[in-house]
């Protein structure tokens, strides 16, 4: 199972284009090679209130942070958006491997859309369109498809593990389609 912090209503408009967090004490950068452990999972810890809900042994809290209101000297706005693990919204009561990577497709699930923002911005940038409410309309969005695809995901691969591992490999192939979009902090 899953517990978003953000997705739909959290949107910090703090700029972290000088000052990029990789990681830190409650933050963890989505990359490519740094899965999550359980480690990680420093929040407060969750019993399930109906024993027919013993499968929400965890959860995964993330964070998107993005820009908004800058401008280039063209007048296009800049939509700067990064996707963080936050380590204190995320909660194990088990150390089970196959947990674990459940919790990490929800994390390549919002990567996935975050890579989708980039590229609708993008697309934006370069038809240069200067009206802010173009860009949050896209991100918007593009946040409530992430709600549901996460919610479909859910759904589908519940104490299921094969149909998790087909949802794997469905998530990498969408990733790579959109790899041109991942951020990768030392590109800067």
Known sequence: MRYFIII????????????????????????????????????????????????????????????????????????????????YRGWTITNDIKILEHEQIHFDIAELHTRKIRKKVFDLKTKEILNIYEYVNIVD????????????????????????????HLIYKELEELKEYEYIPNNE
């Open 8 to 87: 739909l209503s959290l949107i910090s408009c703090s700029s972290f284009a000088q000052n990029v967090i990789i990681e830190n004490d409650s933050l963890i950068l989505w990359q490519k090679d740094r899965k999550l452990t359980w480690d990680d999972f420093k929040g407060i810890k969750h019993q399930p209130k109906d024993v027919h809900l013993i499968h929400q042994v965890a959860a995964c809290g993330i964070e998107f942070k993005e820009s908004f209101f800058q401008k280039t000297p063209e007048d296009l706005p800049v939509v700067d958006v990064k996707l963080y693990f936050n380590k």
């Open 141 to 168: 969005s593009i946040f409530k498809e992430c709600d549901t695809y996460q919610d479909k995901y859910d759904d589908e691969v519940l104490l299921n593990h094969d149909r998790q591992q087909e949802w794997k």
